[in-house]
């Protein structure tokens, strides 16, 4: 199911250097993509020193060349920045070249799937030998690498055991790509609707399990992250799951820095998936955590019901599941 942009025009996703300019929160994703677009090799750390990232500091400048010693030279850079518990965290650029040596050339037999964004192939880092999950941008023009800049700023600068690790990005010529931990169990969607013959439907306490998993990777971003952080695009296939069915909240790059003092909400362009974005943010623009909270609900009643939150081949009063649910039911 695909984003959509309410009111836009149709491309899908917003233009976010609106943001400013519609009086909305000034230190928000666009501030970060406008820090980032000014440097290229440190984006996080540039957007970090503009914005006070969530929980995350700048090294010294000398700090970052003693960890690049003997890297000279080699297009591999790092981004070094620290989280709260002082760990550091390096997001790794990557050439074109070695993100096609690790997908074979970006072969069939790697593609995983593919969404808005682009394709998702499976690949091995040749060196460590880790496997990622490489997502290659396919929208050209502005708005695909603002949205690119936005997820690669807001995982450099948020981490937790529930949201997607992002190992590193590259934007070598006019190629975009995003590198992250595997998850070897695919999306939530993958496993509720649609099965194909021969795979299981999740157990109620799993279901559970994963409900409780993105409730903690939201509570992060609302509660935890300062400022706190709005998802906007919560929904089953973002939701991404590792062995155990551990969930990790996927897709950062609709996301912004929610409001901040006195103020109650951020004012943008509706963006979001159609079945789980929120009706009073659908309608006035103003952007709340809470309406991260509604799609939760919608993905909730996904997980209770194995009901798709559109669903186009039922019955008229069925496709909308919220509607359906709220409607009295016989007997
Ligand atoms: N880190 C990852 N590990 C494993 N599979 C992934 C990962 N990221 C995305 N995928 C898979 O790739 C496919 C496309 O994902 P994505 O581009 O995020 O589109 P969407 O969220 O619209 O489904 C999905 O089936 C998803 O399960
Ligand atoms: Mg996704």
Known sequence: MGCFSCFGSGRGKEDLGHYGGKGGNGGGAAGLAAAAASSSAAAGAEAGAAVAPPRAEKFPAGADKARGKGNAGSKKELAVLKDANGNTISAQTFTFRQLAAATKNFRDECFIGEGGFGRVYRGRLDGTGQVVAIKQLNRDGNQGNKEFLVEVLMLSLLHHQNLVNLVGYCADGDQRLLVYEYMPLGSLEDHLHDLPPGKEALD???RMKIAAG??????????KAQPPVIYRDFKSSNIL?????HAKLSDFGLAKLGPVGDK???STRVMGTYGYCAPEYAMTGQLTVKSDVYSFGVVLLELITGRKAIDSTRPAAEQNLVSWAEAPKDG
Do not use: Q
């Open 204 to 206: 109620w306490n799993t």
């Open 264 to 266: 109650s909400h951020v």
């Open 214 to 223: 993105a409730a903690k990777g939201l509570e992060y971003l609302h509660d």
């Open 241 to 245: 799951l590792g062995h155990g069915f």
